[in-house]
């Protein structure tokens, strides 16, 4: 048993990398759902503009959670670092897929990824146990 363990057991020692693998596997998980929603329903893209900010909102709270977590210390940094990075390649993603512009929105974007990433990060550095 300790063998399938030891084989299946992935743990990222970085732990803005943790945090970023984190909350793109949630994000992911949110466009699914939203992707259903959709089809399910009568709604049309434009629509879910708000639903879409929420879950990169829940994305950045989980990213940043697991990067204080996996810190242990400076919470705040590790998180908002994962904050930053997160919504860098989210702007990169969209500028090389819809040929999108840089422009003060985006700034704003950056600069909310961090502060919610760093909010998930505080939180997370204090569920740290120490042994």
């Avoid at 057991?9 to 984190?22: D, E, Q, V």
């Avoid at 697991?66 to 940094?77: D, F, L, N, T």
């Avoid at 930053?84 to 993603?93: A, R």
Wanted: aromatic share 16%; net charge positive; hydrophobic share 50%.
């Amino acid at each position: 048993m300790q063998l399938i363990r030891r084989l299946f057991s992935f743990r990222m020692s970085n732990p803005i990398l943790s945090g970023l693998c984190h909350a793109f596997v949630w994000m992911f998980i949110g466009a699914l759902i939203l992707s259903f929603f959709l089809w399910m329903s009568g709604m049309r893209e434009q629509d879910l503009s708000t639903y879409t900010y929420v879950v990169h909102g829940l994305s950045l709270i989980i990213g940043g959670f697991i990067a204080g977590k996996r810190s242990g210390e400076k919470g705040w940094y590790y998180g908002g670092l994962t904050g930053i990075v997160y919504g860098l390649l989210v702007l990169l993603i969209g500028f090389l897929a819809l040929d999108a512009s840089f422009n003060w929105k985006d700034s704003l974007q950056l600069l909310s990824a961090f502060v919610l990433a760093a909010f998930g990060g505080i939180f997370g550095v204090n569920t740290h146990r120490s042994s």
